[in-house]
């Protein structure tokens, strides 16, 4: 069997199940680039192997993630046991994500308020809804309710909380023909580079000193607040639009490092040793 085939009718399963088309994009590239590697399906394991270990361990982890599931479908449509059950899972190397301080997130609502209707209404969004860059993107009038927008992308079709503040200045903005709600030069709707060149300019304004300035420093940012505000992981999930709980734990909990240094000094009986080196 051809692996083009296999990819091919593993595509139309996926568009029948209602991915997005940002995520049904990604299945096609990936299975693109498996049929390169392997004309002929099943692929063996060590030819995956290899390849793995020669690019970066972040995109190894991607090809794997998308290849896994191309194999699942293979295993249940054509009885073929998945290919990538003996590939060793690639293991990305934890980084420290820095996200926007308390201080420079007051800082940013004070540089907003020079800032175009466009532009405020553009990193009022990301702040207050965490919506990903591609969600954004297609976001149409249509989709902006009275307390949500609707919103689709990674995850697919998902409601996402908004403030009162972010909706009327998600209204305030010009209404076009297209029906989406944010525009560029020449009235055509804003492009992802659009949107990313907003967010780093205010946050450069600010001071931020992070390797990342696009939208989802100010995601990752709405998920630290949340949490330190008292908020419970569950909820997080949800308006981040995670279909795993365990993929919120895995990923923000680590980002509050500070928090569970503070928390140690308060609980750790290493106290003891303090009260008597003073005595």
């Known amino acids: 069997m051809r692996t083009t085939e296999v990819v091919i009718s593993f595509l139309a399963d996926r568009k029948l199940m209602g991915v997005s088309p940002i995520t049904l994009k990604n299945h096609e590239y990936y299975g693109k680039r498996l049929a390169e590697i392997s004309p002929k399906f099943p692929p063996k394991p060590e030819i995956i192997q290899c390849f793995l270990a020669t690019v970066n361990p972040q995109y190894a982890a991607t090809f794997y993630r998308y290849w896994h599931a191309l194999g699942n479908y293979a295993e249940r449509q054509y009885k073929i046991p998945n290919f990538m059950k003996s590939v060793t899972r690639p293991r990305i190397p934890k980084e420290n994500l820095p996200t926007v301080s308390g201080t420079e997130l007051n800082l940013l609502a004070w540089a907003l308020h020079d800032a175009n209707p466009r532009d405020r209404a553009i990193v009022t969004l990301f ?110 999930s949800e308006i981040l639009g995670h279909s795993d709980i365990s993929t919120t734990a895995n990923y923000y909990t680590p980002l509050l490092i500070e928090d569970v240094i503070q928390i140690h000094h308060r609980h750790t009986p290493g106290r003891v040793f303090e009260n008597a080196a003073q005595q």
């Open 127 to 236: 702040v207050d809804t965490a919506i990903r860059l591609g969600e954004a993107v297609g976001l149409k009038r249509e989709d902006i309710k009275d307390n949500h927008i609707i919103v689709t992308g990674k995850t697919g079709y998902r409601i996402a909380p908004l403030s009162e503040v972010t909706r009327d200045l998600l209204l305030s903005l010009p209404i076009h023909e297209d029906g989406y709600v944010f525009h560029g030069k020449g009235g055509k709707p804003l492009t992802k580079y659009g949107f990313y060149g907003v967010v780093k300019k205010y946050l450069k304004k600010v001071g931020y000193k992070g390797k990342q300035f696009g939208p989802q420093t100010l995601r990752r940012s709405y998920g630290v607040f949340h949490l330190k505000d008292g908020g419970d992981l569950k909820s997080l």
